[in-house]
């Protein structure tokens, strides 16, 4: 496999419940992504700076791409990331299968073992690699390494879950190039979910579920709201926030997580835990709106990143075996949980939401006058904007922030697969969280309008604007 085999053409997903790319992407655009992401490959390190915050310039480009993006815009999209980007350099010394575990959480070896995980993929495959490296508990607990111990899995879904994000666009995308930078990131990231990802969740089964009751996600979201341990007071430190809630509220999580019930036996079980987590991540996001219940008036960066990276979730799974696949789902809802924890746990109305919100949310400016004899000329919304998803995606796809158009395009996704149900359905009504019986599948689209309105819809005019991150604290 050469250099420029790393990233061929993006080709389907393993997974039928994964994204479908949209309508626009050309054999010019396809060249550009591929010349990009080399280059971004080639060129750069994944942190751009001594924080470790992320280079995002490939999952932009990507997410972009799939929406339709043109050569012109993905061109502009990587010359805005790429400017501030950390130069890539050759680590002190080679990682191999002897000191796989000696240089884990230093960014000095990043190139090392992005090295050593282009030999390990090429030589054995993305699944093996993943099972052997990631999902084993060799990868993780150590007999003979004390408190030492490799942690894979929990630098995998560390770093707000971007090892995990980037190689899922890997497996979505079938790029083995983003693999091979999503597993070497992993292998640099601090092991920092120790206290919700222990050793059990590699020796003990828990698929069966006894008296056969389901214990939904939305149920272990309802019990940590009512949980008053976790009322979160403003942390000093922006970034020891996510530590803080660990070394506070680790164990608390990870028996709560427990509880989830995973019947891994059953052949739709996996699609169904995933619809749970993307239902429920989407909740934690886009309802967490305050007290004005018309608008994001806290569009916090932390949650957006659970809706975006519960996206990769299906591709992920589909590499794994039965075994994986529930340490890998448990893993993450433990680890989403944690960060909605760690910025404050806003309780959400579910009902006030939808009375308040719009399924039809308008695009801003100036706006045509439909011709008497279109199918509609009235009311305005749906005759000028007959799908209300069309100007959300284009103004993401020109929108200067990175993440916006990732996030719509989760959005956009789950209404797609899960638009159709309607309210009141027996398996959200009989959970333990209030109002869960008002969901119904415009919960995308309306958390997608009050999203564009939030960042500024530039295409129309408006000022871009940041996400926030103060997050939501009770003092």
């Known amino acids: 496999m050469s250099e420029n085999d790393l990233f061929p053409v993006p080709s389907q997903s393993p997974s039928r419940v994964s994204p479908a790319n949209l309508p626009g992407i050309t054999p010019d655009s396809t060249s550009t992504l591929q010349r990009i992401l080399l280059e971004n490959h080639q060129k750069w390190h994944c942190f751009f700076n001594e924080r470790g915050f992320h280079n995002h310039c490939s999952h932009h480009l990507l997410a972009t791409w799939s929406l339709g993006a043109d050569s012109a815009i993905l061109e502009a999209a990587y010359k805005r990331g790429s400017a501030y ?48 490296y990631v999902f084993s508990p060799q990868a993780n607990f150590v007999q003979d390494k004390g408190d030492k111990q490799p942690e894979m899995l929990s630098r995998f879904v560390g770093g707000l879950l971007h090892p995990f994000i980037h190689a899922g666009y890997g497996t979505e995308f079938g790029l083995p190039g983003m693999v091979m930078e999503g597993l070497s990131q992993m292998a640099v990231h601090e092991a920092n979910t120790s206290a919700i990802i222990t050793p059990n969740l590699f020796t003990k089964s828990t698929t069966d579920r006894g008296s056969g009751h389901n214990t939904h996600a939305f149920s272990i979201v309802a019990r940590i709201l009512k949980d008053s341990r976790f009322n979160g007071k403003k942390p000093s430190d922006q970034f020891m926030m996510f530590r803080d809630t660990m070394n506070q509220h680790g164990e608390a999580l990870a028996q709560y997580v427990s509880e989830w019930t995973l019947d891994m036996s059953d052949p739709g079980e996996v699609e169904r835990k995933v619809e749970e987590i993307a239902w429920t991540n989407a909740i934690i996001y886009g309802l967490a709106v305050g007290q004005k219940m018309d608008r994001l008036t806290r569009i916090s960066s932390s949650n957006m990143h659970l809706v975006t990276s519960s996206l990769f979730l299906p591709s992920l799974l589909a590499y794994l075996s039965p075994t994986s696949q529930e340490i890998l789902l448990r893993a993450y809802f433990v680890t989403s949980l944690s960060w909605w924890v760690a910025r404050g746990r806003p309780a959400f109305s579910i009902p006030a939401f939808f009375n308040n919100t719009t399924a039809h949310p308008p695009p801003s400016g100036p706006l045509p006058t439909p011709h008497p004899d279109s199918l509609l000329s009235s009311p305005p919304a749906q005759a000028i904007t007959p799908n209300p998803w069309l100007p959300i995606i284009e103004t993401s796809i020109t929108h200067p922030d990175d993440h916006l158009p990732k996030l719509q395009r989760a959005l956009a996704h789950y209404s797609r697969v899960y638009g159709t149900r309607s309210s009141g359905l027996s398996d959200f009504r009989e959970t333990e969280l209030a109002g869960a019986e008002v969901l119904d599948g415009s919960l995308f689209i309306r958390v997608a309008g009050l999203t564009a309105e939030r960042m500024g819809r530039v295409r129309e005019g408006k000022k871009p ?11």
């Open 465 to 475: 604007i940041e996400w926030d991150r103060k997050g939501f604290y009770s003092a």
């Open 85 to 132: 980007q950390r130069p890539a350099f050759k680590s002190p010394q080679s990682i191999s299968a002897q000191n796989l575990h000696d240089h884990l959480g230093d960014p000095n070896y990043y190139d090392a073992y992005l090295q050593f995980f282009k030999e390990a993929v090429r030589e054995k495959g993305t699944k093996a690699v993943l099972e052997e």
